[in-house]
C-alpha cells in the first residue's frame, strides 16, 4: 500500500479465472434469494470468503487513473535510488550497510551494541525531525531507512545521516 500511496484498506487481486472463485464461494442462502444476481452480473460475494466488503481497489485504481501508471514507477524509481544514495552515504560515514533491498536500507554503527543501537533510534525519534525503525537481522538490531515517501529528497537524508552522528 506505501508504494501506491495509499492508506491502509487498499488492495486487488487479479485471478485469470474468476470462475474458479465463483465455484468456491458462491453460497445461495434463503435470505439473499431475493437479491439473487442477474445473469452475468458480477457478485463480488461469490468471490471471497466477505459477503459485504468495501471498495479497496476504487482507491488504486482511481489513483492509476488520475497519476497515472508512469507516476508510480518514476516513484518506485525515485525511492530506490534515495536507497542507493542513503547506502552510499552511510558507508562513507563509518556506518555499516547490512541489507539494500528495494527501498530500504538496513545499517549498523560499528561498536555499537543492540541497546546502543535502540539509544540512537530512540535519539532520533525524540528529536522529532526524522522517523527511523529497527528489525533484526543475523541476531542483532540493525536500524532501517524505509523510501516510499516520493517527496522525500538526497538533502532529507542527508538531514537524518545527521542526526545519527
Known amino acids: ?53 468495501r471498495c479497496r481497489a476504487l482507491k488504486v485504481w482511481l489513483s492509476v487513473k488520475v497519476l497515472g501508471l508512469g507516476w ?24 555499516e550497510v547490512v541489507s539494500v533491498r528495494m527501498s530500504i536500507v538496513c545499517f549498523t554503527r560499528p561498536g555499537l551494541d543492540d541497546d546502543g543501537h535502540r539509544t540512537m533510534l530512540q535519539r532520533v525519534r525524540q528529536s522529532g525531525e526524522a522517523f527511523l525503525s529497527s528489525t533484526r537481522l543475523g541476531g542483532r538490531v540493525v536500524l532501517r531507512f524505509c523510501f516510499v515517501n516520493w517527496r522525500t529528497t538526497a538533502s532529507d537524508v542527508d538531514q537524518v545521516i545527521g542526526l545519527l552522528r
Request: positive net charge; glycine residues 6%.
Open 1 to 53: 500500500h506505501k508504494w501506491l500511496a495509499q492508506g491502509f484498506e487498499v488492495g486487488a487481486l487479479l485471478v485469470r479465472d474468476p470462475k474458479a472463485l465463483e465455484r468456491a464461494f458462491t453460497l445461495r442462502p434463503e435470505y439473499l434469494e431475493d437479491v439473487a444476481p442477474q445473469a452475468g452480473e458480477v457478485n463480488f460475494c461469490d468471490r471471497g470468503i466477505a459477503l459485504t466488503r
Open 72 to 95: 508510480y514507477r518514476r516513484m518506485v524509481t525515485h525511492t530506490r535510488t534515495l536507497a542507493r544514495y542513503a547506502a552510499h552515504v552511510l558507508s562513507e560515514a563509518g556506518f
